[in-house]
């Protein structure tokens, strides 16, 4: 089962997203709709998109399409910034870039830290 959290950091102007698991279509559906609410008080271009993958893991082959979804929404909400933050996984550094350039996401970066 996929977890996330989110939060606005209106003083930084970034959104905080941490993702944790593996998501379902489900899953991914219930995140779309907390983000939905999240942003839509904010202007997406004001701030930096940061994401928190450390802890996710491979998207299935099903959820894949959700998942492009979600990268096409963040083009189409125009935020400043987006960035990606992976542990050492190259597979699914591999997908996420592999997401975002289909989706068109040149503002895209993709952190990859090394765990202790």
Do not use: H, W
Not at 59 to 74: G, H, R
């Amino acid at each position: 089962m996929g977890k996330f959290i989110l939060n606005t950091d209106s003083v930084k102007k970034v959104i905080k997203i941490e993702l944790e698991g593996t998501f379902s279509n489900d899953d991914g559906l219930k995140s779309i709709q907390a983000y939905q609410q999240t942003i839509n008080p904010i202007t997406p271009a004001d701030y930096a998109l940061d994401i928190d993958c450390r802890k996710l893991n491979v998207t299935a082959p099903d959820v894949v399409p959700l998942l492009e979804s979600c990268f096409v929404m963040f083009k189409a909400d125009g935020f400043d910034k987006v960035s990606l933050t992976l542990e050492n996984n190259p597979i699914l550094k591999m997908q996420l870039a592999r997401l975002g350039r289909k989706a068109g996401l040149e503002n895209l970066e993709i952190i990859s830290t090394v765990s202790a």
